[in-house]
Nanobody, 125 residues
Framework: QVQLVESGGGLVQAGGSLRLSCAAS????????IGWFRQAPGKEREFVAT????????YYADSVKGRFTISRDNAKNTVYLQMDSLKPEDTAVYYC??????????????????WGQGTQVTVSS
């Protein structure tokens, strides 16, 4: 059974940093895009970042570009999201997700079939 487990969330002051991890098990995901999404209270889930199979290509939401960095270690079946210069508006539950069979665009949540349970990130002002 496929499992994705996020970790690394927490409470941080504005301007601080956190590093999220997403560990995958059940199968290898080295041939899949893996993305990060987030959902704040009362808002829809939104795209944050995604990374190609080899890690050569990365895509970011405009709101996090220049502050967040996505990376992956295929040997460990793990994806990371380094978040720097955090802002209160980054507060949300962060989810990692693995690409499914149908590509609706790398920024669309519909492209991703497997999801983790999420990890809370809270940025205080």
């Amino acid at each position: 059974q496929v499992q994705l487990v996020e970790s690394g969330g927490g409470l941080v002051q504005a301007g601080g940093s956190l590093r999220l991890s997403c560990a995958a098990s059940g199968r290898s995901f080295s041939s899949s895009f893996i993305g990060w999404f987030r959902q704040a209270p009362g808002k829809e889930r939104e795209f944050v970042a995604t990374i190609s199979t080899s890690g050569a290509y990365t895509y970011y939401a405009d709101s996090v570009k220049g502050r967040f960095t996505i990376s992956r270690d295929n040997a460990k079946n793990t994806v990371y999201l380094q978040m720097d210069s955090l802002k209160p508006e980054d507060t949300a539950v962060y989810y990692c997700a693995v690409e499914g069979r149908v590509n609706y665009g790398v920024r669309s949540s519909r492209t991703y079939d497997y999801w983790g349970q999420g990890t809370q990130v809270t940025v205080s002002s």
